[in-house]
């Protein structure tokens, strides 16, 4: 099913790349001794270097070059062995230098792949164009003054990696995925945190559109520093959209750089009129050409880890997990660790069962990360333990499951303090639903009559009478066996 | 290859550099000379050339991942032509005239 | 008058060693004739009270027996471009008004820890533009050299450039030696007009960190002397491997002075016969035949050798230099530091009118040009190009390397010009650079040394250059032609003298 955009006298399809910049992690920036840390007062982490004060000189941070080699990889990319840095020259004031050190025609990481994980399970796969690492700029802000735009460049010189997919995206829900499965593998890596509300993963987003079944490539526009999901596929909506209106007005789509306007749910254009988009990219003499060995690129490529798509592909296989659970526990390393604890020697369906619910649910309303949880993977399966053991039901479960997050007891504990163990004795369950029969008659009668339904109620009724502990596979045959049903 | 006045305008412009009216003739005629001048190394068969990559034959240097620099915002600011002490007195900004984005 | 201006650096050496004078009576000495010699406009900031500091500080630590080194104590001038911490650095620009790093270079910390005594900041042409000093805009610096004969005497001479302001300074006698940088022929064509002894070394070898950059793959900062000797002393304290700078090569500084005395016998010197000009000077040809002769007089062998592209030379130099400098230079945008001219408009209008204020003709010419061979469109026609040619030139070099162990040739196609000449065709005023600049491009060391004087009584200087790391034969070669060719002139006033 392909997303369409219904025009006055037909349908569009929409072309979208996506070319994301993403913070490398690192302590110190690409070029300079700086800190690199979110949040720190304006202009205390900058050094003479990134202020670009006269007689300053770049050199380059090594591990930040490892980090954009472990990412190439992990977008099964090719690495070029040799990559030149360049100077893309323009004049803004969050760019002390006048210059950004990129990488223009010479870049350390060439084409590669990433596969979307399809909502119906089948996989899609988005072509990588190219990876380079550049210098972020500082940061401008406008609205401390009336008069006066106040610049801070802490952020100036941080490094990032940009990652420029192929126009391969066809629409706002491929390029969520995309953005997640992207974020997820850099994430696996360490490479970067993802954190899109921080700014370390922003995205600028390449929109045309062209008449359903065509191929051709029309313009572009470009829809700048995008920084959420949400909010890429809304503006990936509104401006294919704008865009189809533009050329049933009977007019054309200029090649232009935008900015998504969340509240009013639209692009726009950015009022710096970037005319002229000379940049002058030129080798930076004050570097020299990185060429890598070989070897070099081993070494990083025996130390990665097992990636989202191979994790899960080995849950399908190891685990018999469908396609969409392994997916949705591989997508985080720190949920697959969890699992494959969980899942250790115990039934690895019913562990996906409770870490993508009870367990997802819990964390979600914490806002905090899976292994911030008081609940720990061995702690849950001491839990699971009890529910196959058939010391406790499944539902009870859930209640020393909530027990268990509020005061990071033991679900041994917490069953034997609050009396949870489940009742299997046959006789006293005997006892319970004799009572229950007796107290309904009516209800009694219409399960004798054919009304299976009722049983349900009747067992609700037991479970309510033994204060939940009753074991309801038991009630329910019991109540099946005296009622004739 | 010529440059007109409007062409040493526009350079003009990508260098920002304010170049009075009745100075872009006279400009041009320099440049143009210098261009011309310079374009005898069209002369020089350079097929199968590599372009010069660096006069020095050592690898690019690499530095680890250290934070050594920094947190000098005293230092930073000291030759700002208008600095602007931060609110919490923890560092300060540059101001230049209001762009609008 | 005293004895005390006109010292070398090795007499300054020993006379302190032996107690003949003390650094603070140096450094008093120097101060006083630069009062006296302001009317050649060789300093923008003169810096006494650091001198007679760090002056004192030097005799301190001799009478502890804690000398430090042959530059300890020794009075130098220091070019406007290199950023010393808590003086005025101005660049020769007016754009750089009012900075005052708080930084120091590598290259002269080097030298502050080696105890050397700052006398002051030179003039120089504007961001290293230039080969006549006049396009600072603290104003030209005059030769001390005065042509003779009448008609001409009352003509003011221009020093060279870009560091016109320290060898002129060294030819007066203000400071036994004085450093600068060196990009096209910067330290070269000034030492030759000013009659002393100036060094390139081969690029890599000084740290370029905290030098204002003009164009990053040719900058270097070198000495200025009035020796061989002496210029290699000053390259030792300010040579070494400096991790700031990625440019920087990690290699060991050779002791410089013991390859002085070497003999020249054995040693094979190249004539590059395109050198050999159309409309050269009688009086550089005749200099650069004496000085193969006296070369050979010294046991060397000489021969012709070619360097084919060396007519390509300079245009490659001026597309290379230029680009780089447009970009480099974008930094200057009354921002952060120096000027700022804000009309009460936009931001870029605050851009165009500070930078449009603040750089002088030439920096905005080569600053405009640049931008213009690296803009689209033209990137290949001119910046590629440029850039395979010197290559090209390069690998000239390394060939005629195969055969000799250094090249030969004149530093300069003329003595110093009047001030005021060649201001109407900057590519009149580029020729300048034509002997010099191939060995830039190229990355390799070469010095020029005074040789002979022209007809007017103006000094004409001799240039060697030598392979990439080899400025110990450099050294050995000009040791050799020095003695050789004797030369003893001075400008008047030099050293006090009338």
Known sequence: MSYLVKGERGDWEAVVGLEVHAQIVSNAKLFSGAATQFGAAPNTQVSLVDAAMPGMLPVLNGHCVAQAVRTGLGLKAKINTRSVFERKNYFYP??????????????????????????????????????HMEQDAGKSLHDQDPNRTFIDLNRAGVALMEIVSRPDIRSPEEAGLYLRKLRSILRYLGTCDGNMEEGSMRADVNVSVRPKGSNELRTRAEVKNVNSVRFVMQAIEAEAARQVAVYDAGGQVTQETRLYDSDAGETRPMRIKEFAHDYRYFPDPDLLPLVLTDEYIRKIEADLPELPDAKKQRFIADYGLSPYDAQVLAAERETANYFERVAKGRDAKQAANWVTGVLFAHV??????????PIGPEALGQLLDLINAGTISGRIAKEVFAD????????????????????????????????????????????RAGKAKT??????????????????????????????? | MSLDKATVRKIAYLARIRVPDDALDGLARELNHIIGWVEQLNEVDTTGVEPMASVVDIRLPKRADEVSDGGIAGEVLKNAPEPVVAPGADGGFFAVPKVVE | MTALTGLSIAAVRDGLAERDFTALELAREHLRSIEKARHLNAFITETPEIALARAKESDARRAKGKALGPMDGVPIAIKDLFCTASVPTTAGSHILDGFTPTYESTVTAKLKAAGAVMLGKTNMDEFAMGSSNMTSYHGPVKNPWRPKGREKRDKNLVPGGSSGGSAAAVAAGLAPAAIGTDTGGSIRQPASFCGIVGMKPTYGRCSRWGIVAFASSLDQAGPFARSVEDTAILLAAMAGH??????????????????????????????????????MPAAIDALWKRGVAWMQAQGAECREVSLPHTAYALPTYYIVAPAEASSNLARYDGVRFGLRVD?????????????????????????????YVLSAGYYDAYYLKAQKVRALIAEDFRKAFEAVDVLLTPTAPSAAFAIGDKMDDPVAMYLNDVFTVPASLAGLPAISLPAGLDADGLPLGLHLIAKPFDEETLFRAAAALEEACSFDAHPPGFGGSP
């Open chain 1, 404 to 447: 268990m997050a509020a005061t990071g007891k033991p679900a041994k504990d917490i069953v034997a303090a609050r009396g949870l163990t489940q009742i299997s004795d046959a006789g006293a369950i005997e006892v319970a639903v004799d009572k229950v029969i007796a107290a309904n008659p009516k209800q009694a009668a219409d399960v």
């Open chain 1, 94 to 131: 969050d760019l002390p230098h006048g210059y950004q050190i990129s990488q223009y025609s010479q870049p350390i990481v060439g084409e590669g792949a990433v596969l979307l994980d399809m909502a119906d399970g089948s996989t899609r796969t988005i072509g990588i164009e190219r990876l």
């Open chain 3, 343 to 371: 009309e009460g408009g936009t931001l870029d209008e605050m851009y165009a009118a500070t930078r449009g204020e603040g750089f002088g003709a030439e920096v905005r010419r080569r600053v405009l040009i640049g931008t």
């Open chain 3, 242 to 279: 400096d991790p700031k700078d990625s440019t920087s090569a990690p290699v060991a500084v050779p002791d410089f002075q013991a390859a002085l005395k070497k003999s020249a016998k054995g040693l094979k010197v190249g004539i590059p016969k395109e050198y050999t000009m159309d409309g």
């Open chain 1, 364 to 373: 979600n309303e914490t806002g905090k990360s899976i292994d911030a949880s």
């Open chain 1, 455 to 485: 049983i349900g109620w009747l067992v609700g009724q037991v479970m309510k009478a033994t204060g939940g502990k009753a074991n309801p596979q038991m009630v329910n045959e019991l109540l099946k066996r005296k009622l004739g049903g």
